[in-house]
């Protein structure tokens, strides 16, 4: 079983969508293991997405991950990381292939509805940013 980090973001929870892409999220085989609610503070959501610090949409993307409340959680599954890129789709919702969650809930390549980790080590980093190891629900006893 392998372990990934989706964040739905602030257009689909202020939205109320986050019912329906949690059930998609299930549904596809991602079973969650940790899940909370919190506002990013400015420094968080540099850090988070430090990786893109220098890109152009760098400034607004820190604008709206703080402009209301993200729920992050972890997803469990075999080949995880994969199986929810695939279940999200692509960046762009103009892009993204049908019944996709962004293509179904996404407003824009900014306002995409939700982050998934792009790789093993990536999610690596991305769970422990918001869920130190002691919140994490063991599986099995
Ligand atoms: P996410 O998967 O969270 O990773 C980085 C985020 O930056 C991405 O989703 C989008 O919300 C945003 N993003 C990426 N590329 C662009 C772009 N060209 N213009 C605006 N926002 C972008």
Redesign the pocket.
Known sequence: MERTLAIIKPDAVSASRTGKIVAHLEAAGLSIRAIRMLRLTETQARAF?AV?AGRP?FA??VRFMTSGAVIPMVLEGAGAVARLRQVIGA?DPAEAAEGTIRKLYAES??R?AI??SDSPETAAREVAFFFPTETLVATSD
């Open positions: 997405y893109h949409f607004s993307l960046t390549k900014e995409n982050h998934a």
